[in-house]
């Protein structure tokens, strides 16, 4: 039905969305309908074809019924049923095009691109190394460093991201949405690798084995190597702490804490604000998404007197990037606490001994460590990770098992008590319990070591 003139340039949907240009115009003749237009259209492969225009009377221009019962029809619908992967399909054809280029989710032209040479770099690294590192937001570097601007400031604020961007010396830390700039070279460093309690070595295990006991591990275990044994978070999530988290200064970034923490489009890693529940403490955090760990919590931990298997309390907080964390505090008081003593000859023995206990804690996951160095010499040597997982799981569970009047262990507490000498998820080790000859499953995540092997022979 519309009307357009020699030199219109027009798109055909019903074509692959395939351009073409009106080249020539005249009547058209059909004693069954009125007057109309035909248009002589040259598509861009060379092609001419002829289409029918100002024809108001037809069939393709009614506007379809209204059904807007139909959830086929419903944006919200599709997008909460089909959106990541409409996002994903449409992120890689934009990837494909070498003409346009990304920032933080969003796509320029590359031909538009404002110049940005090594001096306003130079001048960026200077400017971030004078507070500290950053973050900084792209306008105040802009500020700083007289890009021109006799040109569209979004324009020339996109071209500056994207030479950041592609400058190794910078990294975008924003969360999505915001764009923040940080000098890489000064950011901690366990946020630019791994530290290397959080560093693991994937087992081979069969999961169908794993499958029932996993389960009943859902909720009482946080373990970003273990995505199945979360409950989603609502808002708020505890999570009790191994030792290598603690150690590291970090948290887990399981499924379940993923709806918490701020995350990006494409970044790495994400700078935030941890935020005291009293308001009187503000510190950052890091999101080191790809390793699925934040980072940035160990001064905190010893601040509050926290030890392997205390509970740490989060929630989001009312701005945008900021996390609220606290710990139940209690009284002072020597509780009876899982302790590991550590021979000269790297060897571990559990006793029950009373430790001062300033927060609330798992039981089946506290571990009191009165030589933290000893610890760390056995992680920095690498021998435990040279073991045999089966080998290190007998000797925790011979130990743990002196613990315990009736010789029975819980999955939890081996658990726990694996992640002192080594990082490890719950299914490689309920894979080994499960696979052994020497423990027996006694229901409800107990297991009982044969008698047979209840004592360390180290000539085996």
């Known amino acids: 039905k519309e009307r357009y003139q020699v030199g219109n340039r027009l798109v055909f949907p019903a074509l692959n969305w395939q351009p073409g240009t009106v080249t020539a115009k005249r009547k058209g003749v059909n004693p069954d309908l009125p007057p109309f237009q035909v248009l002589e259209v040259t598509m861009e492969s060379g092609e001419k074809r002829c289409f029918a225009s100002e024809?108001?009377?037809?069939?393709?221009?009614?506007?379809?019924a209204d059904q807007s019962d139909d959830p086929n029809l419903d944006v919200a619908a599709i997008l909460n049923k089909h959106g990541k992967e409409l996002f994903q399909r449409l992120s890689s054809a934009l990837e494909t095009n070498p003409e346009l280029v990304q920032i933080a989710g969003r796509w320029f032209p590359r031909a538009l691109l404002v110049d940005v040479n090594i001096g306003h770099m130079n001048l960026a690294e200077a400017l971030?190394?004078?507070?500290?590192?950053?973050?900084?937001?792209?306008?105040?570097?802009?500020?700083?460093i007289e890009l021109p601007t006799d040109v569209n400031l979004k324009l020339t604020e996109f071209s500056l991201n994207h030479a950041l961007q592609e400058d190794g010396r910078f990294d975008e830390v924003g969360p999505a949405g915001e764009v923040l700039w940080y000098l890489r070279r000064l950011e901690p460093?366990?946020?630019?690798?791994?530290?290397?309690?959080?560093?693991?070595?994937?087992?081979?295990?069969?999961?169908?084995?794993?499958?029932?006991?996993?389960?009943?591990?859902r909720g009482c275990i946080t373990d970003e190597l273990e995505n199945s044994c979360v409950e989603p978070a609502s808002g708020e999530a505890v999570v009790s702490l191994i030792f290598p988290h603690w150690r590291a200064g970090s948290l887990p970034l399981a499924d379940n804490l993923c709806e918490l923490f701020p995350t990006a489009y494409e970044s790495p890693r994400v700078l935030f604000?941890?935020?005291?529940?009293?308001?009187?403490?503000?510190?950052?955090?890091?999101?080191?998404?790809?390793?699925?760990?934040?980072?940035?919590?160990?001064?905190?931990?010893?601040?509050?007197?926290?030890?392997?298997?205390s509970q740490v309390h989060l929630a989001r907080g009312k701005k945008l990037g900021e996390i609220i964390i606290r710990t139940e505090k209690r009284r002072s008081t020597r509780d009876w606490v899982r302790t590991a003593l550590i021979g000269a000859d790297g060897g571990i023995v559990f006793a029950m001994l009373k430790q001062l206990v300033t927060a609330n804690y798992d039981e089946r996951m506290a571990i009191a460590l009165p030589d933290i160095e000893a610890l760390d010499k056995i992680w920095k040597s690498g021998s435990r990770?040279?073991?045999?997982?089966?080998?290190?799981?007998?000797?925790?569970?011979?130990?743990?098992?002196?613990?315990?009047?009736?010789?029975?262990?819980?999955?939890?507490?081996?658990?726990?008590?694996?992640?002192?000498?080594?990082?490890?998820?719950?299914?490689?080790?309920?894979?080994?319990?499960?696979?052994?000859?020497?423990?027996?499953?006694?229901?409800?995540?107990?297991?009982?070591?044969?008698?047979?092997?209840?004592?360390?022979n180290r000539h085996e």
């Open 55 to 64: 024809l108001e009377p037809h069939a393709l221009n009614q506007q379809p």
């Open 128 to 144: 971030l190394d004078m507070e500290g590192g950053g973050p900084l937001p792209t306008k105040k570097i802009l500020d700083q």
């Open 189 to 217: 460093e366990g946020v630019k690798s791994p530290p290397i309690y959080l560093q693991y070595t994937p087992i081979d295990f069969d999961p169908h084995v794993v499958q029932a006991q996993l389960k009943l591990l």
């Open 273 to 309: 604000t941890f935020v005291t529940a009293d308001g009187q403490r503000r510190f950052p955090g890091w999101v080191v998404r790809q390793s699925k760990y934040v980072y940035g919590l160990a001064d905190w931990y010893a601040e509050q007197g926290l030890m392997p298997g």
């Open 385 to 456: 990770q040279k073991q045999p997982l089966e080998k290190i799981v007998l000797g925790m569970m011979r130990e743990l098992t002196k613990l315990n009047p009736q010789g029975h262990v819980h999955a939890q507490e081996l658990y726990a008590a694996v992640n002192l000498v080594r990082r490890c998820p719950p299914s490689p080790i309920l894979s080994t319990l499960e696979t052994s000859s020497w423990a027996t499953l006694l229901g409800d995540l107990y297991y009982r070591l044969e008698e047979a092997h209840r004592e360390d």
